[in-house]
């Protein structure tokens, strides 16, 4: 059975940081894009952070850009999110998601490349 799941999440003060998880199990996220996703009450899920299958080229959200590091660890099974200087805009339920197909393909920031999800992550951060 195909399953992400994603740990990590928590209360946090402004400034803060965190590391999010996304375990993979039923499949290898080895050679495959990986997207990181948050939506917060009332508002859209946004495309914050991915990573492509092959060659690791990330990218990020220009509301991350400098505060949010995407990795993946193949031994693992896992990809991860560290977020550092935690701003209260960043409140939101964070999702992975990954490409079912393999190879060198680009990632996106763009939800409905992604085919496998898991079931998020609330992170809240309090001014």
């Known amino acids: 059975q195909v399953q992400l799941v994603e740990s990590g999440g928590g209360l946090v003060q402004a400034g803060g940081s965190l590391r999010l998880s996304c375990a993979a199990s039923?499949?290898?996220?080895?050679?495959?894009?990986i997207g990181w996703f948050r939506q917060a009450p009332g508002k859209e899920r946004e495309g914050v952070s991915c990573?492509?299958?092959?060659?690791?080229?990330?990218y990020y959200a220009d509301s991350v850009k400098g505060r949010f590091t995407i990795s993946r660890d193949n031994a693992k099974n896992t990809v991860y999110l560290q977020i550092k200087s935690l701003k209260p805009e960043d409140t939101a339920v964070y999702y992975c998601?990954?490409?079912?197909?393999?190879?060198?393909?680009?990632?996106?920031?763009?939800?409905?490349?992604?085919?496998?999800w898991g079931q998020g992550t609330q992170v809240t951060v309090s001014s």
């Open positions: 039923g499949f290898s996220l080895d050679y495959r894009s």
């Open positions: 998601a990954a490409d079912k197909r393999l190879g060198n393909y680009p990632c996106s920031a763009y939800g409905p490349s992604y085919d496998y």
């Open positions: 990573i492509s299958g092959s060659d690791g080229i990330t």
